[in-house]
C-alpha cells in the first residue's frame, strides 16, 4: 500500500500489526530515518540492521530474521539501509510467506516509478510505502514544533521558523538541535519549557562560527591543516561540542549522499542533487569525500562522533585533547582509501 503524507504519522505512531514491511523513500532520507525510529519506538523494539548484499545471496534469509525472536525476548524491528534491487526476491519471499513475528523497514533513496521493489510494496496490502520530501515553508515549522514537543520543548511559529532556516529544513539535523536545546533549557517530556531566541543565540546552529572547516578538514584527510587548526582553538576546551556538532551535520549530509552513489547514481548527479545545501566553493572538496568514504566507514564514524559528543556532553568540563585525537584519527582514516 501506498501511505499518504497525512496517514503516515499515525501509521507508524499506531504500527497496524498486519503489516510486515515498510519502505521509506524518496530524496529526505532524514524523514525516512525519522520515520523509521518512530515505528521501532511505537514497538518498542530493539534495531536489528541486515545488509542489502546479504539478502540478494540469500533471499529467504529475510523472512527468518523477521520471525526470529529477539536475544533477550520482546520485540525487533529489522532494518535495512541503504536499500537497493537487491532486496526485491527477499521482500517478495518474505510479503508471500507466512505470518512473521517482527516488521522489516528499508530505508532508500529515490526509487523510479519502474522499480520493482517499490510496485511489490505498493501492491501489497501487508506492506506499506511512503515517499518523503523536505518540508517547507509551515509545514517545515510543524515539523519543528512537532520534533520539539518530543523533546519537552515548547516552539512558536517564530522561533520554529529560525531553527528550520537554519537547518536547511533537514529533519535530522532539526532533531539534533532541538536535543542540545532540550538540554540546554533542562526541558523534557515531563517538564516541558519554552524555546526563544536567546537560547538559539546562545548554542544554537548560527552560532557556532567556522567550526565546519574542522571537519571538512578531519574528513578530507588533511592531517597536516587539521593540526593547524586545533592549535588555533581557543583553550578550555568550550569549541568542542561545537566541533562536534559541525561534524555531525556534514555526516548527515554525506551518508545519503554517498548511498546514492552506491546504489548507481553518478557522483555528478548526487551533487547535483546537493544543489543549495553546499556552498559552491565547497563542492570539490565535498566531491573528494565521497569519493574517499564508503557508507559503512561514514556510518561508523557518526556513532564514533555520537558517542563523542555524549562523553562531552556529560564531561564536567569538554576535553579538548578527545575531540583533536578523534579528528585526527577520522583524517587518517579518510587517506585510507
Given at each position: 500500500?501506498r501511505s499518504s503524507k497525512q496517514a503516515i504519522g499515525r501509521a507508524v505512531d499506531q504500527p497496524n500489526p498486519q503489516v510486515r514491511f515498510y519502505l521509506f523513500h524518496g530524496p529526505d532520507g ?205 583553550p578550555g576546551g568550550a569549541a568542542a561540542i561545537p566541533v562536534v556538532r559541525s561534524l555531525q551535520r556534514r555526516l548527515l549530509m554525506l551518508a545519503p549522499a554517498r548511498a546514492s552513489v552506491e ?75
Open positions: 500500500m532524514a524523514q525516512s530515518r525519522g520515520l523509521a525510529e518512530r515505528l521501532r519506538e511505537a514497538l518498542g523494539a530493539t534495531k536489528f540492521t541486515v545488509l542489502a548484499a546479504a539478502l540478494k545471496s540469500d533471499p529467504v534469509s529475510l523472512a527468518d530474521e523477521a520471525s526470529a525472536m529477539s536475544l533477550f525476548g520482546g520485540k525487533r524491528l529489522v532494518w535495512i539501509e541503504p536499500a537497493t534491487k537487491d532486496i526485491e526476491d527477499a521482500v517478495v519471499a518474505l510479503l508471500d510467506g507466512p505470518e512473521t513475528e517482527n516488521p522489516v523497514v528499508a530505508i532508500a533513496g529515490q526509487l523510479p516509478r519502474t522499480s520493482g521493489l517499490l510496485k511489490a510494496v505498493e501492491s501489497c496490502p501487508l506492506a506499506l510505502a511512503f515517499a518523503a520530501y523536505a518540508p517547507e515553508g509551515q509545514e517545515a515549522e510543524r515539523m519543528v514544533v512537532d520534533l520539539g514537543r518530543r523533546v519537552g520543548l515548547k516552539i512558536s511559529g517564530p522561533v520554529a521558523a529560525r531553527i528550520a532556516a537554519n537547518c536547511s529544513n533537514d529533519q535530522a539535523i532539526v532533531a539534533q538541535e532541538l536535543q542540545k536545546f532540550s538540554l540546554y533549557v533542562d526541558a523534557s517530556s515531563h517538564s516541558p519549557k519554552e524555546l526563544d531566541h536567546e537560547a538559539i543565540d546562545a548554542v544554537g546552529v548560527d552560532s557556532e562560527g567556522d567550526f565546519l572547516r574542522l571537519a571538512d578538514l578531519a574528513l578530507s584527510g588533511d592531517v597536516a591543516g587539521l593540526t593547524l587548526e586545533l592549535e588555533r582553538l581557543p546504489r548507481g547514481e553518478s557522483p555528478d548527479a548526487v551533487m547535483t542533487s546537493l544543489g543549495k545545501s553546499v556552498f559552491w566553493k565547497d563542492k570539490p572538496q565535498i566531491a573528494r569525500m565521497l569519493s574517499n568514504w564508503d557508507a559503512e566507514r561514514l556510518a561508523r564514524v557518526a556513532e564514533r562522533t555520537g558517542q563523542l559528543e555524549r562523553s562531552l556532553i556529560f564531561s564536567p568540563a569538554p576535553e579538548q585533547a578527545a575531540l583533536g585525537e578523534e579528528l585526527l584519527a577520522i583524517a587518517r582514516e579518510a587517506r585510507r582509501r
